[in-house]
């Protein structure tokens, strides 16, 4: 059992000067890499056992939450909680107007209730931004539409950087609905800025050639490009996002590209397995290949209770005088 | 505004820019009785009591004239009104509006015209002329009265910014106005395209992730009006287009002889798809701001001639519409006070676009099209008259902006140029201390 005491805190970086965290596309590598950093510390100091860390204390940090999640929303609370800082829950489906009241207006009576930092999720890319704009407090995106999800592009991150040490020269493919997808956004970004090789592989529906202008590979055809990857990224097909019918069935969408045990073997014998989640087993990941031994999913989950710390005390930490207090 | 004005004016030393009469030099400009009385009148024609106005380094213009300018009334006070809008309307160097028909109830019927008409003779500022819906209740199913819109003072028929969509329905308005000699004005798009689109279709776009209005949804339509006009004859006017598809399409057909017009708005003049990458509401407009290839293209256009109108697109929105989420917040940019400062800053500064074309595309052509009697200064013709200083550097503060609305995107941005006086039938309706 780990107590307080044995974590040693990184210094705070004098060199972070975000106040909010709204997407990895405007992160240098830098940045990027000390968010991991910290994680990381983080990440062994509770699989050693550790207990709550009193660095956010005094703090309150809100979840504001316009669309339906389960696990972004309890990590963070989580994350929040294991500082030491007591959370406001506010979660709405669809619109805050139902009340008539702008979704403005309900985040600022959410930050007068004394919110420091405010989580946002929002089916409008850009929604981030509108509140950095509008209040006073921290924002932290937990995902805009199809835009960015930054913790999530981090915490996938951090578990390729487990396994591999490096993301350099690795080749990682995002498979899946890349069109609507903010993973794939904040995967992209933060994957390039580290080095890795990315291919965005998907229907042609979903995955256009424009894509190939962010410095990526796109690829049609999944069994092509299987056997030079070193991590697959399955992401969901977000069929809620999308106006008109991208392909004509599941079924067939599952022949094309469900990760199943006839393509594990054509694989790299040390390819990672990762997804976002929610999986859809039988659509994008065989249940075979998602409870397999390269999957990595329940990993990238505890892993996103790490990355929201780091994310939550970079942002807020630098308020307090804790900044190289060791416990 | 009928009555005749006593006081005579004559603007001196002005550089005096009057595309009509190919006019671009200094000169003097003497206004009597509501009209232009002579340009470089002799001292002995000078009447001895007569104000006299030293535009030393200004600009003597034509009043602008805007096509299709969104006014509020009815229905959306909270956006705009009458007042307010021509006011507005005045500080930017506008003359003469022609009112949009998207007004709750829209301009489909006589009285409604007649509506706009008393309100506008009321606020007693620019003149306000009426566009009438081409459909009943501008649904774009069956053709609204428009002989009695036309009779009732109604000068074009537009159902903008809603295209005219239904195809059988803009085969039929082309050829009924055939009988009223008054212009079509269209906004091409194809809906099923963009449904839900807030930006356009892109680089920035596919890193912003907004939903996509593709440039094509543009130019199938532009295409399909111009086959149809081309069968038809008639009048249409393109109010405004975005893409260099189009601008092209328009190229090939006018050098067939299609009697086509073509309007831009200097929004999407100004400001490429990049802009959204700040998330601004403001930013949001229809047709959405393009790359900037496709703005070349249009610059090009304005100076070959394939367009022939720069309208302000003013879309005045409540600030509580805009502060919303991208998605749920109206298109729309407020523009009458800044349009022809951002003419002056981004076109005619850096060399794009000269003063003689630009004063055509916001003056003459505008008039042409609508058929109304302005747009230049022409000896014998109203008085509608503006100054411009053209070196003035001004910051945009959206609040002291004379619209009702606030949604400039421009706010804190300094542009070059601003309106000092303007007349109106030889009535001084506007000076800045």
Same mark, same amino acid.
Request: glycine letters at 10%.
């Given at each position: 059992m780990s107590h307080a005491s044995d974590f040693v805190l990184p210094k705070y970086p004098a060199s972070w000067q975000h106040r909010h965290l709204l997407g990895l596309e405007n992160l240098s590598a830098g940045e990027i890499t000390t968010l991991l950093d910290i994680a990381e510390g983080f990440s062994n100091y509770f699989r050693g056992g550790g207990s709550k860390l009193p660095l956010l204390t005094g703090f309150t940090v809100a979840n504001l939450f316009f669309e339906n999640s389960t696990r972004t929303r309890n990590s963070f609370s989580l994350a929040a909680k294991r500082l030491g800082a007591d959370t406001i829950e506010f979660s709405s489906s669809g619109s805050s107007v139902a009340k008539g009241e702008t979704f403005i207006d309900t985040a600022k009576t959410i930050e007068s209730m004394g919110a420091d930092a405010v989580v946002v999720r929002h089916a409008t890319p850009g929604t981030a931004q509108l509140l950095a704009r509008h209040l006073d407090c921290s924002v932290l995106n937990a995902g805009d539409g199809p835009h960015e999800h930054p913790t999530q592009g981090l915490l996938d991150i951090l578990t390729i950087r487990q396994h591999r040490g490096s993301l350099k020269g690795l080749t990682v493919a995002l498979v899946g609905d890349i069109a609507h997808s903010r993973t794939a956004r904040s995967n992209i970004w933060g994957l390039k800025k580290l080095g890795a090789h990315v291919i965005v592989c998907g229907p042609a529906t979903l995955v256009s050639k424009q894509w190939e202008s962010l410095g990526v590979e796109v690829a049609y055809h999944l069994d092509d490009i299987l056997p030079r990857c070193d991590v697959l990224n399955l992401l969901r097909i977000q069929f809620e996002r999308q106006a008109t019918r991208p392909f004509p069935s599941v079924r067939e969408y599952a022949l094309l590209y469900a990760m199943n045990s006839q393509r594990m073997r054509r694989s790299k014998p040390d390819i990672l397995i990762m997804a976002p989640g929610p999986i859809n087993r039988g659509v994008e990941i065989t249940p075979e290949v998602a409870d397999g031994p390269h999957s990595v999913i329940l990993q990238q989950v505890s892993n996103g209770i790490a990355v929201r710390m780091a994310a939550l005390w970079l942002l807020l930490g630098q308020c307090t005088d804790s900044a190289s207090t060791q416990f | 505004m009928n009555r005749v004005p006593d006081t005579t004016w004559l603007i001196e030393n002005?550089?005096?820019?009057?595309?009509?009469?190919?006019?671009?030099?200094?000169?003097?400009?003497?206004?009597?009785?509501?009209? +232009?009385?002579?340009?470089?009148?002799?001292?002995?024609? $000078?009447? #001895? #009591?007569?104000?006299?106005?030293?535009?030393? &380094?200004?600009?003597? @213009?034509? &009043?602008? +004239?805007?096509? @299709? *300018? %969104? $006014?509020? %009334?009815? &229905?959306?006070?909270?956006?705009? *009104?009458?007042? *307010?809008?021509?006011?507005?309307? $005045?500080? &930017?160097?506008? *003359?003469? $509006?022609?009112?949009? @028909? #998207?007004?709750?109830?829209?301009?489909?019927? @006589?009285?409604?015209?007649?509506?706009?008409?008393?309100?506008?003779?009321?606020?007693d500022r620019c003149r306000v002329y009426v566009i009438g819906c081409v459909s009943k209740g501008r649904e774009g199913e069956e053709l609204a009265e428009i002989g009695s819109l036309v009779e009732a003072g109604a000068i074009a028929l537009s159902d903008s910014p809603r295209p005219l969509n239904n195809t059988a329905l803009l085969r039929r308005a082309l050829e009924y106005c055939l009988m009223f000699d008054k212009p079509i004005l269209d906004r091409p798009e194809v809906p099923s395209l963009t449904r839900g689109g807030v930006m356009h279709e892109g680089l920035t776009q596919l890193s912003v992730a907004l939903a996509p209005m593709p440039a094509e949804a543009e130019d199938l339509a532009t295409s399909r009006d111009l086959r149809l006009l081309e069968t038809t004859g008639g009048r249409l006017h393109l109010s405004c287009i975005s893409t260099r598809g189009s601008t092209e399409l328009v190229h090939r057909s006018k050098n067939r002889g299609t009697q086509v017009t073509v309007g831009v708005r200097i929004g999407n003049l100004c400001f490429d798809d990049e802009r959204l990458r700040s998330f601004d509401s403001n930013y949001k407009v229809n047709p959405p701001l393009r790359s900037q290839d496709h703005i070349d293209a249009l610059i090009e256009g304005l100076n070959d001639q394939t367009i022939d109108v720069i309208t302000a697109g003013h879309q005045p929105r409540a600030l509580e519409k805009k502060m919303q989420e991208l998605d749920a917040a109206p298109f729309g940019m407020s523009t009458l006070d800044t349009a022809l400062s951002q003419v002056i800053t981004y076109l005619i500064e850096p060399n794009k676009l000269s003063w003689s074309r630009a004063i055509e595309c916001l003056s003459y052509m505008p008039a042409k099209v609508l058929g109304i009697p302005a747009g230049t200064l022409t000896p014998g013709s109203a008085a509608d008259v503006i100054i411009i200083d053209p070196r003035a550097k001004w910051t945009v503060e959206p609040s002291e902006l004379h619209s009702c609305s606030h949604n400039s995107p421009l706010k804190g941005e300094v542009l070059s140029g601003r309106v000092q006086m303007v007349w109106v039938g030889g009535h001084r309706k506007f000076w800045r201390q």
């Open positions: - | 002005g550089r005096i820019v009057d595309p009509a009469q190919s006019l671009d030099r200094k000169g003097r400009l003497l206004i009597r009785d509501g009209l +232009v009385a002579a340009i470089d009148p002799s001292d002995g024609d $000078l009447p #001895n #009591n007569c104000h006299r106005v030293d535009a030393d &380094g200004w600009i003597v @213009a034509p &009043g602008l +004239v805007d096509l @299709a *300018t %969104e $006014l509020g %009334e009815p &229905g959306h006070e909270e956006d705009e *009104t009458i007042e *307010t809008g021509t006011q507005a309307a $005045l500080a &930017g160097g506008y *003359t003469s $509006l022609a009112c949009s @028909a #998207n007004t709750d109830p829209p301009i489909d019927t @006589a009285a409604a015209v007649e509506f706009v008409r008393q309100k506008a003779a009321r606020a």
